[in-house]
């Protein structure tokens, strides 16, 4: 996607063709700089303290983790180390998980000489795979949003809700939630997004906002508690929101808040939609409110805030009372009840076992044997 009318990707090589290159997503609105990682440290680190975040990204910067893990050392037990680094950083993700799954499979079974190779070709393989998944994503949601337009007056905008960044910062590029907003804009849809801060990290004021500014496309940065009013007053046509694990069932795992916009949507009935990509469907899972892991990260998150003054300085300040105690629950679960249908990459479907069954009958006739 564009950033000041230059195509960009989340991750990719450096011009040596060995360090991996990041947009630091910790310096987003205020600044967009790079950085890049050298070492299986850099890129676990890069993954906990969110220079990078959203299932997709995570999942390929952990690919490429073990790449620069595997040009240190490519035996058996640094493999396996670097797997079990990788599979601390982040627990809700399913991506994570899928990715070093994935790429132990194909790198285990080779001699340690080339593993190495094998690694950086898998990873980029991973990426360009997801750009693909992320692209389709967005074809099959146009089409929700090319018939709500043909419902409203002539010129009348979409109105779309989404919650946290779901866009191409969560992924390789297109995003998931977003792919389809980016489709109708490219043709001639006229869309408008509210864009939910997301507190406590504000990835929907900083990243999201920050793609849709960049990428022309009309939004309104709102709190998160104004989505119901908005809903109730008949200015949302559509919810779409991403998903960092969904079970086979239909449950999904999004950020923090996302059920209520759920329960909010269903009260006023306004069609809400998950787009995912299908790796991030955990199949082992039936039960999404007590199988799915949640998060629960640094309560600093929670009673600290950083912003940017006009001259660019930055500051973080401190929002709650000196000892008032903090939880900051990461993620949340909407039960398939909720969801009105599924986005992924083969097409829509509902938030059932057998929706996604039909989509994908080799994942859940794997999962069933």
């Not at 040596?16 to 600044?31: F, M, S």
């Not at 950086?120 to 997801?130: G, K, L, P, S, V």
């Not at 998903?243 to 808040?257: E, F, L, M, Q």
Request: charge should be negative.
């Amino acid at each position: 996607m564009l950033i000041d009318g230059e195509p960009w990707r989340t991750i990719g090589l450096a011009e040596d063709g060995w360090r991996v290159t990041i947009i630091d997503q910790t310096r987003l609105p205020h600044a967009f700089v790079t950085a890049t990682l050298e070492t299986l440290e850099d890129a676990a680190r890069a993954i906990e303290i969110m220079q990078v975040r959203g299932a997709p990204l995570i999942g390929a910067t952990a690919a490429y983790g073990l790449c620069l893990a595997l040009r240190a050392d490519a035996s058996d037990g640094a493999l396996a180390a670097a797997c079990a680094r990788l599979l601390r950083t982040r627990p809700t993700a399913v991506n994570l998980r899928w990715a070093i799954e994935d790429m132990r499979g194909r790198l285990a079974a080779l001699p340690p000489g080339e593993r190495v190779a094998a690694a950086y070709a898998r990873a980029a393989a991973i990426c360009e795979e997801d750009v693909a998944i992320c692209r389709a994503i967005g074809d099959h949601g146009l089409a929700l949003i090319r018939a709500i337009a043909a419902a409203k007056p002539a010129g009348e905008p979409v109105n779309i809700l989404t919650h946290c960044n779901a866009g191409w910062l969560a992924t390789i590029d297109w995003g998931t939630a977003t792919a389809p907003i980016y489709r109708a804009r490219q043709e001639g849809i006229p869309v408008h997004v509210w864009v939910d801060e997301t507190r406590p990290r504000n990835q929907g004021a900083a990243l999201t906002a920050f793609e849709l500014l960049h990428e022309g496309v009309p939004h309104t940065v709102i709190v998160d508690n104004a989505g119901g009013h908005l809903m109730q007053h008949g200015m949302v046509d559509l919810c779409i929101v991403g998903t960092d694990r969904t079970t086979r069932t239909g449950d999904v795992a999004n950020k923090i808040g996302t059920y209520l916009k759920a329960l909010a949507a269903r009260d006023n009935g306004v069609p809400f939609y998950v787009a995912l990509p299908s790796t991030t469907i955990d199949w082992s899972l039936t039960d999404g409110v007590r199988e799915i892991p949640i998060e629960q990260r640094d309560p600093r998150e929670v009673t600290e805030i950083t912003g940017c003054a006009a001259d660019g300085r930055c500051t973080t300040v401190r929002l709650t009372p000196e000892g008032s105690p903090a939880a900051n629950y990461a993620f949340d679960v909407t039960p398939a009840r909720y969801v009105t249908g599924l986005v992924t990459e083969r097409g829509l479907c509902p938030a059932t076992a057998e929706g996604l069954a039909a989509l994908f009958p080799e994942r859940a006739a794997a999962a069933a044997g």
